[in-house]
Structures are given as structure tokens and as C-alpha cells.
């Protein structure tokens, strides 16, 4: 499936959530299909894949000022709201998505060196 994202919108592929967790005993617990569903649905952090033309252009974010920038761009690590955007299952990749507005962009994360 071609993914191409529209108007403010940006395509986020989500952090990833473990179907297992390992305590620090080593004993392995195993997650309900339906416990990784809603831990995905509050998922805060993930990585930019496209940037939609019209996002953070809008009278909202002040684009005519001469010092703006966008917020974020492809490749960009970023912390977004909380149960914000549209989930969606590509059947072809097996990958999970997120469509989120661009206000919804929380910052951007940056590993310190």
C-alpha cells in the first residue's frame, strides 16, 4: 500500500509496543492482544516518514514571519499528543501508523551526546 499523507497531516510511525516484557527476575510476561492495543492507542513518541504541504503553514503557526521554521521534518523523533491522530495497520508491510495533525507535534527529541 502506497501511504501519502494530505493538507496539515503528518504520517508517524509509532514507537513500537513489546508483546512481552522480561521482569528483572528474567521471568518473561506475555501481553494480551488486546493489553498491546490500548498500551499502542497512548503511544507519545515516534518518528516522522512524511510531512503533509500544508503543515505548520497555517495562520496558526505564523509562516509569514521571516525567522519560521517547521516544527519538525522527515526523520525527526517527536513526542506527540496523547490519543491524538488515526491509527492505521498497513496489511502489506505489517507496520502500524499514525496520522496525526500538526498541532498535535508536541517537540522534537534529540539524544544527548
Given at each position: 500500500?502506497?501511504?501519502?499523507?494530505?493538507g496539515?497531516?503528518?504520517l508517524v510511525?509509532?514507537e513500537?509496543?513489546?508483546?512481552e516484557?522480561t521482569?528483572?527476575?528474567d521471568?518473561v510476561?506475555?501481553k494480551?492482544?488486546?493489553t498491546?492495543?490500548?498500551?499502542?492507542?497512548?503511544?507519545?513518541?515516534?518518528?516522522?516518514?512524511?510531512v503533509?504541504?500544508?503543515?505548520f503553514?497555517?495562520?496558526?503557526?505564523?509562516s509569514?514571519?521571516?525567522s519560521?521554521?517547521?516544527?519538525?521534518k522527515?526523520?525527526?523523533?517527536?513526542a506527540f499528543?496523547r490519543?491524538?491522530?488515526?491509527?492505521f495497520?498497513d496489511?502489506?508491510s505489517k507496520?502500524?501508523?499514525?496520522?496525526?495533525?500538526?498541532e498535535d507535534?508536541?517537540?522534537?527529541?534529540e539524544?544527548e551526546?
Amino acid at each position: 500500500m502506497k501511504i501519502t499523507v494530505k493538507g496539515h497531516k503528518l504520517l508517524v510511525k509509532p514507537e513500537e509496543i513489546k508483546a512481552e516484557e522480561t521482569t528483572k527476575g528474567d521471568i518473561v510476561i506475555a501481553k494480551t492482544s488486546e493489553t498491546v492495543k490500548m498500551e499502542r492507542k497512548g503511544v507519545e513518541r515516534g518518528t516522522v516518514l512524511q510531512v503533509g504541504p500544508t503543515c505548520f503553514k497555517g495562520t496558526l503557526f505564523n509562516s509569514s514571519e521571516p525567522s519560521w521554521e517547521p516544527w519538525c521534518k522527515e526523520g525527526d523523533l517527536i513526542a506527540f499528543a496523547r490519543y491524538s491522530g488515526k491509527f492505521f495497520h498497513d496489511e502489506d508491510s505489517k507496520e502500524d501508523y499514525v496520522n496525526i495533525n500538526d498541532e498535535d507535534v508536541q517537540a522534537v527529541l534529540e539524544k544527548e551526546i
